[in-house]
């Protein structure tokens, strides 16, 4: 799994030279349209809408969308022009041969091993259910880290495939024994009193990937300023977001209350949203020098 993640990061990284470098002559500005999911590590792209509007005149619209599978549906028929999405899935949409390209991360760290109050270490995990929104994510990968650190595998655990918004629900209700998942759900699940932080995502694995920007080939080709112009003004908007900054967009685009986003923002940051080589490069030993490659 990480290895797939790593090849996903470097495709990532060769393709930011298609934004930054000149190709064809530019159509006039006009809308442009991105899917989001309504969790908190969409943040940097919904405060570039505001932004951008007012500093160049590029108008963003926001497409709402209620799971990862939807939202793909309409990047890879270019019903819209980007997407804040996991990384993993835009990548996978890419190797099938899907014209699109990650040009930013969506954030740093911003995830978390939610367990039951009961469960104490993660060997407790053993023979327990543990949900995760995708098996292609992130939060797989930290599932696997977490168990790894008592010595079991992902064997040793029952996985589910859920929504991420019936998370909180179902670990309060014993459905099941632990999750991870985007922002700001894990917030949710201890607010609830529902559980408990087992690992946060730096814990288990540093500069862990997430979501990315991702943009269509389309979009690109035939808007290419505006193009540069939305990633530029992306990484500037997700610099500007410090915790109270956040909180006030979370508020704007999420209907959750002031103690969830408490919780849920001191876990994540925004700033420096460049897909670097240093970060490639430290992704891969650390892939190779700790844990197996999965
Ligand atoms: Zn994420």
């Not at 393709?15 to 002559?25: E, H, M, P, Q």
């Not at 389309?218 to 908007?237: P, W």
């Not at 969830?260 to 700033?271: A, F, G, H, R, T």
């Amino acid at each position: 799994m990480k290895k797939r993640i790593i090849s996903a990061v470097i495709a990532a990284s060769l393709t930011l030279s298609a934004v930054s470098c000149g190709k064809k002559a530019e159509s006039s500005a006009g809308t442009i349209k991105i899917a989001y999911l309504p969790i908190t590590h969409s943040l940097a792209v919904l405060e570039e809408a505001e932004e951008l509007e007012q500093q160049s005149g590029l108008k963003v619209e926001l497409v709402k969308y209620g799971s990862w599978n939807e939202l793909l549906d309409a990047l890879n028929s270019n019903r819209v022009d980007g997407a804040s999405v996991l990384i993993e899935l835009a990548m996978k949409s890419k190797q099938e041969g899907i014209g699109i390209k990650a040009v930013a991360l969506g954030h740093h760290d911003g995830n978390v091993i939610i367990v039951s109050n009961d469960i104490a270490t993660a060997a407790d995990l053993k023979g327990k259910t543990f949900a995760i929104p995708h098996r292609q994510s992130s939060h797989n990968i930290l599932l696997n880290d977490a168990l790894a650190t008592a010595g079991l595998t992902i064997d040793d655990v029952n996985v589910t495939e859920l929504a991420p918004t019936e998370m909180p629900s179902a670990l309060a209700s014993g459905q099941i024994d632990g999750y991870c998942v985007a922002e700001p759900f894990g917030a949710m699940g201890v607010s609830l009193g529902a559980g408990k932080v087992l690992f946060s995502s730096e814990e288990l694995w540093k500069d862990s990937l997430c979501c990315g920007l991702v943009l269509t080939d389309k979009f690109i080709d035939e808007r290419h300023d505006d193009a540069k112009s939305f990633v530029e003004n992306y990484k500037k908007a997700g610099n500007s977001l410090d915790k109270a900054k956040a909180k006030e967009t979370a508020k704007k685009y999420f209907s959750q209350s002031d103690e969830v986003l408490d919780i849920s923002l001191q876990w994540i940051s925004y700033n420096d949203l460049d897909i670097t080589e240093t970060i490639i490069q430290h992704t891969c030993r650390k892939g190779k020098g700790i844990r197996p490659l999965r």
